[in-house]
């Protein structure tokens, strides 16, 4: 996937969110939004998949810790269309991150590694990023 954007030593704490708006290409076949300490140890990998990795129209959320991907989660419904303008917000504390998705939807994923900061984001794949707001 390719790389868009990396954000490393920035504080983001537990119950401040981050609201990533940009637009899905048109061709898009993923993309990725990670949250973490490091690229190996992430709180959330968001990633929907319009056609990748043998999934088609799947969100796959994810956890890594010390570089060993967790259990997927994968939940059934699939809100983005390719060429569209989105916002994804996502928040967390101790226990659980919350992903609210365009029309609505929110997610609950649990925080496996219990991390109350962040300090790495990035974004991935087939997303142009128009804005970033940290609040």
């Known amino acids: 996937m390719e790389e868009k954007l990396v954000v490393s030593h920035m504080k ?11 637009t899905v290409m048109p061709e898009a076949k993923s993309f990725a939004l990670n949250i973490g300490r ?3 140890d ?9 056609d990748s990795h ?14 060993d991907w967790g259990e997927e989660f994968r939940p059934s419904f699939f809100p983005f269309q390719q060429g569209q303008e989105t916002t994804v917000s996502i928040s967390f504390d101790k226990k659980e ?12 994923f649990p925080n496996r590694r219990g991390l109350e900061a962040a300090g790495f984001f990035s974004v991935y794949g087939d997303f142009w990023i128009k804005s970033i707001e940290f609040d």
Not at 14 to 20: D, F
Not at 42 to 50: A, E
Not at 54 to 62: A, F, H, P, Q, Y
């Open 97 to 108: 991150v919350k992903v609210k998705l365009p029309g609505g939807q929110e997610l609950s």
């Open 38 to 40: 490091n690229s190996s």
């Open 54 to 67: 043998g999934d088609t129209r799947t969100i796959v959320l994810n956890s890594m810790a010390c570089g």
């Open 42 to 50: 992430l709180i959330l990998h968001f990633n929907p998949r319009f």
């Open 12 to 22: 983001f704490n537990a119950g401040e969110c981050i609201r990533v708006n940009g």
